[in-house]
């Protein structure tokens, strides 16, 4: 199916434990981009890739890896998560740098215990 | 002070109402404004971009006021599936990023 897809759609992890966030897009768009929701915060940027082997930190990089090995693939690594890593967490693609507008994933709800 | 900010609202209208948000930003170099919706529990969505000279698409009318620094989302006849939370959007040139406000919540009363 043609679209943005993340995985998993829910998560609970270990504080400590490492876990990654999966996200896939169809469109062969150029940049991807992980944002953080969190209640009074809004969607933060947390990395963005323009292209393949290409990544920038965004406004709350730290605690995350990510990697862009190939252009339809995206994930996100928490190496040592932490309770204020508990948050839902949004992949977006784009043919430009967010000029033309994103489109979302449906989410990934993360709870560190 | 935030770079972009919204009134939380929440704003209950009567169906067939009509309602106003703004979103005022910080920056006055920005130049690209969106509005996007976000159901309870979903992914935010593209609602539309908002132009210098103002633009519309049916029911809603979006409008930039570069001196006050505020964008604007109007709905008209407003419907039950209206209620979402929306979100402003605006650039930021410096590191070149798009900053999102809070979002204002709105619920459409039958």
């Known amino acids: 199916d043609a679209g943005i897809t993340q995985s998993p759609r829910y998560k609970i992890t270990e504080t400590g434990r490492q876990v990654t966030l999966m996200c896939h897009q169809t469109?062969?768009?150029?940049?991807m981009f992980w944002y953080r929701q969190d209640l009074g915060h809004g969607l933060r940027l947390i990395y963005y890739?323009?292209?393949?082997?290409?990544?920038d930190k965004g406004e709350v990089p730290d605690g995350y890896v990510v990697s862009r090995s190939k252009t339809e693939n995206f994930p996100l690594t928490l190496e040592s998560a932490t309770r204020s890593q508990t948050s839902v967490y949004f992949c977006?693609?784009?043919?430009?740098?967010?000029?033309?507008?994103?489109?979302f994933g449906s989410g990934t709800r993360l709870t560190v215990v | 002070r935030k770079e972009v900010e919204q009134d939380p609202g929440p704003f209950n209208v009567p169906e067939g109402a009509t309602v106003a948000f703004n979103c005022t930003y910080s920056n006055s170099a920005s130049q690209s404004f969106f509005w996007y919706r976000q159901d309870c529990r979903k992914e935010p969505k593209l609602l539309m971009s908002v132009y210098s000279s103002g633009n519309e698409d049916g029911r809603f009318t979006a409008q930039l006021n570069r001196a006050s620094q505020y964008i604007s989302l109007l709905i008209r006849d407003s419907k039950l599936s209206d209620s979402a939370t929306y979100l402003c959007?605006?650039?930021?040139?410096?590191?070149?990023?798009?900053?999102f406000g809070t979002g204002t919540s709105l619920t459409v009363i039958p």
């Open positions: 890739s323009a292209a393949a082997d290409i990544t």
């Open positions: 959007v605006v650039n930021i040139p410096t590191g070149n990023q798009f900053y």
């Open positions: 977006a693609s784009s043919e430009s740098k967010g000029y033309s507008g994103y489109t």
């Open positions: 469109w062969s768009h150029s940049y």
